[in-house]
């Protein structure tokens, strides 16, 4: 303890994700990704002279239907404002963007973290256009790609309030999610489709007063935001300790070393000139169309998560690995409907589904087995038809050779024997050529019964139903 001052952290961050329109903010061409360098490119998004642009509507509509997914408030009026700067990236010399008159205000992302409800405040959420893309070390030269010029973004930028680094990484991944389930921006931290800029100060326990911030661009994982942030606090608190200053400026991440990178003194607002785009008209949004958009909002993730543990008796856990993706939660909806079986479902569509999608990095809506299959799969264990460990070999072969779990199961000849004569014989060739295992069992040496069911289990290639078997053995064992 140097100074006995004890410095708590205050974290915002800026979040910009690529909306998923057709098309670009304001231009016709298409707002694809990994198209041939410089193809998707027209008079406006170079930024040519005269060429006017005009509003992409789809893009208003997803930015109004994520600010009332957020609780903000749509302003029936908003300001598109030119963004002045010169970097190679923007042709135009300036960005359009929003500046004092935002599409949303206010809100809030509410999440858990375990038992704690966390509610992060947002300034706003605005509209504007992507820049092109540097590519860099291309032969001793950098290439501009200008495809990803006018591609549209909303930027959600919060409060001043996130209090750790944990909560800035959880922050962004119920961002992630919720932008998923809206079905607006495809959220990929590495291809740059969902970048986050992250703000941090320190400020003194007790003292409302924040300290100067600086930032960290760069940071293309959850891992990368929680690791750049708590390396960022260990230097800040360290120069605030040294009795130093704080400079508010840029640091980039370095995820190889683990370190961060000066880049720049941070620039200021009044550097980039704003003032009111020229070119276009203020933003209307009418209440009809805010209803509409509404309307189009699919249930939450958090609402979802919690009726899951409500109409499903599922953990807190278990709801939240199932509403991590709404495609997921809709695959065992589905599966549960077939079956009534909300537990088993969750086991299955956890432990196999999840892992089998994990290792083919494959999207459940392709998915060679789709609920009616596993649904298929789960009525055969209830009925006893397959033990649960045979279950796994036939849930593979579904995937392999997409057939139905009945076709399966009589292919592989996977039946559960619960025949008692056939588990009969079985039982009494082992008993008998076993005699010191059964002499020590009759002994006294109960334990000896996992022994025997073992064998069974080995000796029926793993298809005697072990409930039928045991009550056979004891019976023999025990005689
Ligand atoms: P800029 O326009 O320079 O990006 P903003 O005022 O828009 O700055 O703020 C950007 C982000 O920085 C916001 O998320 C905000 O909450 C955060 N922020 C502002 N001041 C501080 C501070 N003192 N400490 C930490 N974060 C801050
Ligand atoms: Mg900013
Ligand atoms: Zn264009």
């Known amino acids: 303890m140097s100074s006995g001052i004890e410095y708590v952290p205050v974290i915002g961050l800026e979040v910009h994700a690529q909306l998923l329109t057709r098309t670009k903010m304001f231009c016709r061409c298409p707002a694809e990704f990994g198209a041939e360098p410089n193809t998707m490119v027209c008079p ?57 008159r935002p599409l949303c205000c206010g809100g809030s992302l509410v999440f858990e973290d375990g038992e704690e409800e966390v509610s992060i405040g947002l300034e706003r959420i605005h509209l504007e256009d992507d820049a092109g893309k540097l590519l860099h070390d291309r032969g001793g030269h950098s290439l501009i790609d200008f495809n990803r010029c006018g591609v549209p973004l909303v930027e959600i930028v919060t409060l001043p309030v996130i209090r750790s680094p944990r909560h800035a990484s959880l922050y962004l991944q119920r961002i992630r999610q919720l932008l998923r389930y809206l079905g607006i921006c495809d959220g990929n931290l590495e291809e740059g489709s969902l970048r986050v800029d992250v703000n941090i100060s320190l400020r003194e326990r007790g003292d409302e007063t924040l300290g100067t911030r600086t930032e960290i661009k760069n940071l293309n994982s959850f891992k990368a935001v929680e690791a750049g942030l708590e390396t960022e606090i260990e230097r800040q608190r360290g120069e605030l300790e040294a009795g130093g200053k704080i ?24 550097d980039y000139r704003y003032f009111p785009e020229p070119d276009l008209p203020v933003l209307t949004v009418g209440d009809d169309w805010i209803e509409d958009e509404r309307a189009k909002i699919p249930e939450l993730p958090l609402e979802r998560e919690r009726r899951f543990q409500r109409e499903y008796g599922l953990s807190a856990y278990d709801a939240g690995v199932l509403t991590t993706e709404s495609n997921i939660a809709d695959y065992f909806e589905e599966t549960v409907r077939l079956t009534g079986e909300p537990k088993m479902s969750a086991n299955w569509v956890m432990r196999d589904v999840l892992r089998e999608l994990k290792t083919s990095g494959g999207d459940i809506g392709v998915f060679p087995a789709g609920p009616d299959a596993l649904a298929g799969l789960i009525d055969l264990i209830k009925e006893g038809v397959v033990s649960t460990s045979a279950g796994a070999e036939v849930f593979t072969a579904i995937l392999e050779s997409g057939e139905s779990a009945v076709d399966a199961v009589r292919r592989l000849g996977l039946e559960q024997i619960s025949g008692e004569d ?58």
């Open 44 to 100: 406006v998004c170079l930024g040519l002279p005269g060429a006017l642009p005009a509003v992409n509507r789809e893009a208003v509509s997803m930015a109004v239907r994520l600010g009332l997914a957020l609780g903000c408030t749509i302003e029936n009026e908003s300001v598109f404002a030119r963004k002045n700067y010169f970097y190679p990236d923007a042709p135009r010399n300036y960005q359009i963007s929003m500046y004092d």
């Open 247 to 270: 400079l508010q400026v840029t640091n980039l991440w370095d995820a190889k070393e683990k370190r961060l990178v000066m880049m720049r003194r941070k620039e200021h607002t009044n």
């Open 422 to 479: 056939v588990l009969e014989a079985i039982i009494d060739r082992i008993v008998e050529s076993n005699p010191d295992a059964l002499e020590r069992y009759r002994g006294g040496k109960k334990q000896l019964m996992k022994f025997f069911v073992g064998q069974v289990m080995k000796e029926s290639g793993g298809k005697a139903d072990p409930v039928i078997a045991g009550e056979i053995l004891r019976k023999k064992l025990d005689g």
